[in-house]
């Protein structure tokens, strides 16, 4: 079955970096359009980025273009998620997913991916 591990979230301060990891098992990652959301307390969930299977297509939320960046290493099964110059309103449960539909970006800049299954989270906390 899917297994997705993610690690790397921590505190930090603003301004801060983090590099996020997700390790895959149990399916065929190569073949498979990957992402990450987060959901602060209180907060719906937001797609943060996706990355195709096929060409490695990237797709950013507005509020995350030009900080974060995801890459895939399909030799290491793993999915990354760098994140520099990290704002307080950052702050929230990062999760890695498999992405089984179609990807969109909406007129207000959000990022809405098909997410199917997702791991167990990894808290960013980004506060001085």
């Known amino acids: 079955q899917v297994q997705l591990v993610e690690s790397g979230g921590g505190l930090v301060q603003p301004g801060g970096s983090l590099r996020l990891s997700c390790a895959a098992s149990?399916?065929?990652?190569?073949?498979?359009?990957m992402g990450w959301f987060r959901q602060a307390p209180g907060k719906e969930r937001e797609g943060v980025s996706c990355?195709?299977?096929?060409?490695?297509?990237?797709y950013y939320a507005d509020s995350v273009k030009g900080r974060f960046t995801i890459s895939r290493d399909n030799a290491k099964n793993t999915l990354y998620l760098n994140m520099n110059d990290l704002a307080p309103e950052d702050t929230a449960v990062y999760y890695c997913a498999t992405v089984m539909g179609s990807i969109r970006t909406t007129w207000t800049g959000a990022l809405e991916c098909d997410f199917g299954s997702w791991g167990q989270g990894t808290q960013v906390t980004v506060s001085s």
């Open positions: 149990g399916f065929p990652f190569d073949r498979y359009t």
């Open positions: 990355i195709m299977a096929s060409d490695d297509f990237t």
